[in-house]
């Protein structure tokens, strides 16, 4: 769990005012003891529901996108049309599951050692994580 100066330094560092609407945002997505896996549709619906601070979706939106650019929080993308942000950053594996559109953490031990045979001149590999896609 986090408090309100950690809240401000990471809006600071991320380019951000520390605004009354930016700081809810930060209580929603770091003030949890697990990881948070949401869409920005997602959270703009807690933060409604929860929030006596009325924050556009712009506002929410580019704060998750500033996030995410400053290693704050991880994009996974879905599909073209679809990504969920993680708010842990570490390298990790996920299963999605189709039906509930719900994303679950994967350890790296639940997944066997990957190896990559294609090389692509002049690029070095950051990091791998596997997407598993489940349904019912």
Same mark, same amino acid.
């Given at each position: 769990?986090?408090?309100?100066?950690?809240?401000?330094?990471?809006?600071?560092?991320?380019?951000?005012?520390?605004?009354?609407?930016?700081?809810?945002?930060?209580?929603?997505?770091?003030?949890?003891?697990?990881?948070?896996?949401?869409?920005?549709?997602?959270?703009?619906?807690?933060?409604?529901?929860?929030?006596?601070?009325?924050?556009?979706?712009?506002?929410?939106?580019?704060?998750?996108?500033?996030?995410?650019?400053?290693?704050? &929080?991880?994009?996974?993308?879905?599909? &073209?049309?679809?990504?969920?942000?993680?708010?842990n950053v570490s390298?990790h594996h996920h299963?999605?599951?189709?039906?509930?559109?719900?994303?679950i953490d994967l350890?790296?031990?639940?997944?066997?050692?990957?190896?990559?045979?294609?090389?692509?001149?002049?690029?070095?590999?950051?990091?791998?994580?596997?997407?598993?896609?489940?349904?019912?």
């Open positions: 769990m986090e408090n309100k100066d950690t809240f401000v330094k990471k809006l600071r560092s991320s380019g951000l005012r520390p605004t009354k609407q930016r700081l809810e945002i930060c209580k929603v997505l770091y003030n949890r003891k697990k990881t948070f896996h949401f869409t920005i549709e997602e959270l703009s619906k807690i933060l409604k529901k929860n929030s006596k601070e009325s924050i556009s979706l712009a506002t929410i939106y580019n704060t998750v996108h500033a996030f995410k650019n400053k290693n704050y &929080l991880k994009e996974i993308s879905i599909n &073209l049309n679809k990504s969920y942000f993680d708010t390298t299963f999605f599951n189709e039906n509930t559109h719900e994303l350890k790296n031990t639940d997944v066997g050692e990957i190896k990559i045979k294609k090389k692509i001149p002049g690029k070095k590999i950051k990091s791998v994580e596997v997407l598993v896609k489940i349904s019912s």
